[in-house]
């Protein structure tokens, strides 16, 4: 009887000590502060299931959060769902590096010569006050429905931002940088390889980032618009079929993949300019 008295307190006390080991651990999770940011993505998980469960809202406007889970399943098996995400990221990549690259050349030009400026201003300007949607029409007319047609419309809503950003990187570069450039007789090459493109860099990613994020916006709408592939289509179809679970999964997605896209070039910011601080 003692010995049954003793094992008990004994498996007692282990349980007891388990418990308070999960729950330290769980303090210790929830006191970081790396983990802050999941604190709301939790609580909007919770009011949806219980939205869902007690039937606030028709599940045809809102279903289960386990049913967007398994539509998830099911696109990623039965339906290629892992092709289409391909197919929008190698064309956002595409427009990206495109409108990307000409506006920092250009902007360069621009920055280092007020003739190139003056040249390009007008009509820049003009075009860049329309919006990316008007071009859509004519650029199918030339190009068609392809991929062609998506990454030029991309790679216009990339540049404005980058040019416009590298441009104000230069007129902002400490006059005393290029005073110094001149007395140390610096070569055109030299003053844009040693002290220009060092003191816009951080414009330059900013503009990266934000132009990322936008060409990956507007893949979507371009994907929906025209196309048989890719996560724009499918949010579109989705939606014509009324098929809820489909549409969120598809939401879920964009959302997921752009934060990566910007938390990646976040990291490479970081990376290329060691010397400056968040």
């Given amino acids: 009887m003692m010995s049954q008295e003793i094992s008990l307190s004994v498996h007692t006390l282990h349980n007891t000590q388990v418990s308070n080991a999960i729950i330290s651990r769980v303090q210790l999770f929830f006191s970081r502060k790396l983990y802050i940011g999941l604190y709301l993505p939790l609580i909007i998980l919770a009011l949806w299931q219980t939205a869902s469960t007690y039937e606030w809202i028709d599940r045809v406007f809102l279903p289960k959060p386990l049913e967007v889970v398994t539509a998830f399943w099911y696109m990623l098996w039965q339906q290629e769902l892992l092709s289409d995400i391909l197919i929008s990221l190698e064309v956002v990549a595409q427009g990206f590096l495109y409108g990307a690259i000409v506006a920092i050349l250009l902007g360069i030009a ?162 290329l300019m060691k010397w400056k601080t968040d």
């Fill in 110 to 271: 621009a920055g280092l010569s007020k003739r190139v400026e003056l040249f390009f201003a007008p009509t820049l300007n003009t075009l860049r006050h329309i919006p990316t949607i008007a071009w859509f029409p004519l650029i199918v007319v030339w190009l068609g429905l392809g991929a062609p047609a998506k990454i030029l419309i991309l790679a216009k809503s990339v540049f404005f931002p980058v040019f416009l950003n590298t441009l104000q990187g230069i007129r902002s570069v400490d006059k005393s940088y290029l005073e110094l450039a001149s007395v140390l007789k610096l070569s055109k090459w030299q003053l844009v390889r040693k002290v220009i493109f060092p003191a816009i860099l951080p414009s330059i990613a900013v503009s990266l980032r934000y132009s990322a994020g936008l060409a990956w916006a507007l893949v979507v709408i371009a994907e929906g618009l025209s196309g048989l592939y890719g996560l724009g289509f499918l949010i579109f179809r989705a939606q014509q079929l009324f098929m809820t679970e489909q549409l969120l999964v598809c939401m879920v997605l964009i959302g997921a993949i752009g934060y990566a896209i910007d938390r990646s070039l976040y990291f490479a910011q970081r990376k």
